[in-house]
């Protein structure tokens, strides 16, 4: 990639998934897809780090799944981004679950974020970039998960 005639790295902030379109035909709790969960789940750690930065709740924020082409398709998405809002929701309010939930955001949290940290800012050298503890992020993750 190039910026102002210079070589940087790519930032590494858009995934491909192996998600194939006919895994969001028949979808419940039990059988999210792992790249759509991992999609969801970083929704909800971005949005919690927007809140962070803002310092409220009246920021908006959105998440685009693209998946298929195809409008008869669309329907079959929404399901299935419901099914793992709501599998990430139950996870929040089950004792065990929240537990398993944070240690798995955690995980993520370090590796999509703090370990690109470097790397963003050596594509975005205008913008200061620095990230919280995730402490502070699993709240305002509980917070953005209870506001539904």
Known sequence: MLRDGQEVAPAGICRLTEDSPEQFGDIDDANVP????RAVSNY?????LLLLRSGSFDVPASMLVHVSHLNN????NR??????????RSA???NFGSGVL???LEDL??????????SLKSSFPEVEI???GFDEVWSNVLKKIMSK
């Open 109 to 118: 949290y370090r590796e999509d974020y703090l370990d690109q940290e470097q």
């Open 44 to 48: 909800y750690i971005s949005t919690a």
């Open 130 to 132: 620095s990230f919280p």
């Open 92 to 94: 929040a309010f089950s």
């Open 73 to 76: 398709d669309h329907e079959d």
């Open 34 to 37: 792992a790249g759509l969960n």
């Open 102 to 104: 944070r240690k798995t």
């Open 79 to 88: 399901n299935a981004v419901e099914a793992a809002v709501s599998q990430l």
